[in-house]
């Protein structure tokens, strides 16, 4: 299994930057990527970005492409989501998220909010 804990989460005005990090543990082998998602109440889960741990390639949802920068840190079993330009559209709970063999494991997610 594997377990997965968000920070850096908080209130900042539009226009502001914040990094979030996802450290993971337990069979990070099995880990092939990590993704974040978010999610505001009374709406679905969007997915944000995702990173291919072997590779490092990374996706970007078409609303935080050129803005939202994901990265890794190898020996620290560690991913960042560095958020730039930051939009009251972007306020919710971000999720880091990581495919785990037939299974999907979640974090406990972090507030992002962006006050206009």
């Known amino acids: 299994q594997v377990h997965l804990v968000e920070s850096g989460g908080g209130l900042v005005q539009s226009g502001d930057s914040l990094r979030l990090s996802c450290a993971a543990s337990g069979d990070i082998y099995g880990i092939s990527a990590m993704g974040w998602y978010r999610q505001v109440p009374g709406k679905e889960r969007e997915f944000v970005g995702l990173?291919?741990?072997?590779?490092?390639?990374?996706n970007y949802a078409t609303s935080v492409k050129g803005r939202f920068t994901i990265s890794k840190h190898n020996t620290e079993n560690t991913v960042y989501l560095q958020m730039n330009s930051l939009k009251p559209d972007d306020t919710g709970v971000y999720y880091c998220?990581?495919?785990?063999?037939?299974?999907?494991?979640w974090g406990q997610g972090t507030q992002v909010t962006v006050s206009s």
């Open positions: 990173i291919r741990m072997s590779s490092g390639s990374t």
């Open positions: 998220n990581a495919p785990y063999y037939t299974t999907e494991c």
